[in-house]
């Protein structure tokens, strides 16, 4: 088992930035490729970015790329999210997940064992 739990978010004006941080305990941190998904209110959870279990491959979603950064310190058994030039639409809640890192750095939810309570993020214009 791994457990997960994200931190960081808050409200914050359009155009600010919010670094997540989620801090992992219970198996082999570099073990896993880690991912950031999201869910806004009445819609499905999205994919966000994933890094490698080596921190060497990194991969957005396009509503994001350019202004989110995923990165991860295996010493300290954490991966970040750094948001950055948000906008109201980046309102959701910020989940962190840990997928096995025999498979390829998937974007895809269900390739995703382990999860996060979530962090909510809100963002005001």
């Known amino acids: 088992q791994v457990q997960l739990v994200e931190s960081g978010g808050g409200l914050v004006q359009a155009g600010g930035s919010l670094r997540l941080s989620c801090a992992a305990s219970?198996?082999?941190?570099?073990?896993?490729?880690m991912g950031w998904f999201r869910q806004a209110p009445g819609k499905e959870r999205e994919f966000a970015a994933a890094?490698?279990?080596?921190?060497?491959?990194?991969y957005y979603a396009e509503s994001v790329k350019g202004r989110f950064t995923i990165s991860r310190d295996n010493a300290k058994n954490t991966v970040y999210l750094q948001m950055n030039s948000l906008t109201p639409d980046d309102t959701a809640v910020y989940y962190c997940?840990?997928?096995?890192?025999?498979?390829?750095?998937?974007?895809?939810?269900?390739?995703?064992?382990?999860w996060g309570q979530g962090t909510q993020v809100t963002v005001s214009s």
């Open positions: 997940g840990a997928a096995f890192r025999l498979r390829a750095v998937s974007t895809r939810e269900v390739e995703y064992a382990y």
């Open positions: 219970g198996r082999t941190f570099s073990n896993y490729h």
């Open positions: 890094i490698s279990w080596s921190g060497d491959r990194t």
